[in-house]
Structures are given as structure tokens and as C-alpha cells.
């Protein structure tokens, strides 16, 4: 029978955990700080396997060293790790949809009538994956754009003739790779090739040619050939190029790494979205109402600088319908903010305990919009419920008058 800890372990494994790592951590959790045979005991993992096990959960920051005789392993809470791999799913998920929405529009433009794509699509088994990309790789004349794994850049270096063939004939070859703090540096692919390092690409592999797309499947070891100029537009645009813009090249990653941190740490130290985010969460949670009115105004201003709506020069009345939706579609699905113009009474429900205001830009804007329209925005109540890991925030916008 599948016990409660099984379950939660297999579940830790959409976290990038091994079984081994899954089963390890759920352990400490429950008990406390363990010495390796402990966790060997608890976790029924083979005891040779234990310290690669605590090695790598250390490495992934969900486990820590308490120094001493002998050593002991405590688990780090997952509040602090495995929160921001959430963040970045999330992002990665609304990338993702933007993806497919644009696949969408290419599929809706091809079924209309005279004006059709003919795509041809072959499904390739793991030889037949790497004689073709041989293939591909001699008879390219352009472009070849990769986001790849492991097992991508293995099939990468089984083609290494191909790709010799590609550089004499100045075909421009931009490689991603998924980073691994074991491999970094022992690529086996000509150094003419550039290469940058992306994190979260894991399983999937994606080699595109000139007109050829070209999928590989990691797990199972087979793969799909598709030739469409359009689809490979979308993939370029919405996929390869954001990446290519996310990622590091090898030498900055090797030097920080060098410099203590680890091949997780330096994406996330580096990640503008997360760091953002999460500066935004303390900022809010810290602010008081004078330095959101203030803070607030020179946004606006400066917003106002770089995009051009109505909203910033119309009457609060007016603009308060856009905001309050900006306002929700910003705090998540699971929010709630109501506007009643009888009582200007904004009410703000969010899907956190956090202390503060509710982290988003657009508590700002409203601040600063409402001030420049002679407007005040009064916090009434803020109370957060931690054990229902939800917030309510009141505030009236009322006239100033002066004098």
C-alpha cells in the first residue's frame, strides 16, 4: 500500500527531484535534523546512495549541514526554495500560453482558404534522429537555433561532422543549453559555435534549421520533423529569442559559479522577473500610506513617460474601471477587487497572509492617479488571516479640498 510519504515524494518530482532527493526530504521534514544512516533508514534509500542524495538536495538549497561528530543534514523549508521554482513555473506556464495562442493564430491563418501551408511532418525514432539532423546540419545554408538538454546536446555531438560542415559554410549555429553544474565546460561541440546557458528546459529539445523544426522528446527518445517557414517564425520569435535574451553565456556562468554560486542560484540571482517580483512583495509589505501616495505620483509620471493612455489625464471616475481590472488581473485569479460608487469604497481581497499592501504596481498607479486628480486614496483596514493565507484591504478615494 502507498503510504502518505510516497505520495508526497512522487508529487516533489514536478520539483526536478530524483526519487532518491524526493523521498530524502520529505524525511527530514518530518523528523528533524538526521545523520545519514537516519536518512538512509527513514527514506529507504541503499546507504551508498545517501550522501549523493543530501549532496545534491544541498546543492538545490532544500537541504543544509549542521556541522559536528558526526555530521547531521536538516531540511531547509519549502516556503524559501521551492516557492520561487513555483514563480518561475508560472511564468514559464503564461509563456507557454502566449506560445500556443500564436500556434493557434498560424493554424487559423492556414485553414483559411488560398492561403494554405503545405507542411510535411515525419516521426523519428533515436538512430533515425541523428542522421537525419546529419542531414539537415550538411545541407544548411542559414540559420541553426537550438534549445537543448542533455540528451539534446549528446545528439548535438553525435552529429559533430554535420556541424563542422555547417561553420565551413558560415551557417550561423546559436545553441541554448539547460545548465549542469557536473557537465558545465565539457560541451563536445566546436567552439565556433555559440553557446548561452537557459535554465528550464528540461525533456524538451528543439533544433531548428533554416525551414526544418526539428522536436525531440528526451524520455521517450523519439522525435518530430516539421517543414514550415511560419511555424519556425513562431518558435523563433516567441521561444528562441526570449531565451536567447534570458540566458548567460559560459564564461560569466563559470565565473560565478567560481565565486560561490551555484548553477540554480546564478539563474535566479539573475532573474529580472523574480528579483522584481520579489523586491516589489517587500517594498509593498513595508510602505506606509504617505510613501505610496508619493511613490505612486512619480510612477504615474514616469509611466505616463512610456505609454500613452487616457487614463493618466481623466477624472478618477473615469479611469477607475480600467485600474481596478488592471489591479485584479495583476493580483492573480484568486482575487477579488470591488469598487462601490456610493460609499468610494475600494475593497481588495487577496490570495496571501502577507502583511502591507496587496503587491502590485497598480496599487500605486491608483495612489498616484488619485493624487494627481485631487484625490485621496485612505487605507481604512489591512488585516491579514495567515491561517487562511488571505488578506482583505479597505480604502476610500474621497475629494481633497483645499484649505
Known sequence: MTSDRDILASSLKDFGLSDYESRAYVTLLRNGPLIANEVAYHANIPRTKTYPTIRALKRKGLASIIPGSPL???????????????????????????TMTQLARVRDQANKPFATEQASYLVLGAQAIVDKLQELLVSSKQHVHCILDAWGIHLLEEAYDGLSTAITN??????????????????????????????????????????????????????????????????????????????????????????????????????????????LKAVCEGIDEEHLRRVGTIFVSKLQEKVHSPIFNEPIEASLPLLTVLLRESLGENSSVRFDNLTKLLTVEVDDGNSGIPASIWMYALAGISNRNDNELKLLHNVAYPGQSSRILQAKISHVTAG
Not at 85 to 95: G, K
Request: hydrophobic letters at 40%; a negative charge; charged letters at 30%.
Open 72 to 98: 547531521r543534514c536538516r531540511a531547509v523549508s519549502p516556503d524559501e526554495t521551492l516557492d520561487k521554482y513555483v514563480m518561475h513555473e508560472e511564468r514559464r506556464t503564461r509563456s507557454l500560453r502566449k
Open 170 to 279: 558560415d551557417v550561423e549555429i546559436n545553441v541554448i543549453v539547460e545548465p549542469n553544474e557536473d557537465e558545465l565546460g565539457v560541451v563536445k561541440i566546436p567552439p565556433e559555435i555559440t553557446v548561452r546557458f537557459a535554465k528550464g528546459n528540461s525533456g524538451f529539445n528543439l533544433i531548428m534549421i533554416d525551414e526544418a523544426i526539428l522536436t525531440i522528446d528526451s524520455k521517450r527518445g523519439k522525435g518530430s520533423l516539421i517543414y514550415s517557414p511560419d511555424l519556425r517564425a513562431v518558435f523563433e520569435g516567441a521561444l528562441f529569442s526570449r531565451l536567447w535574451e534570458e540566458s548567460i553565456n559560459g564564461n560569466r556562468l563559470s565565473s560565478l559559479i567560481q565565486v560561490g554560486a551555484g548553477t540554480s542560484d546564478v539563474f535566479d540571482l539573475l532573474d529580472q522577473g523574480l528579483l522584481n517580483e520579489t523586491f
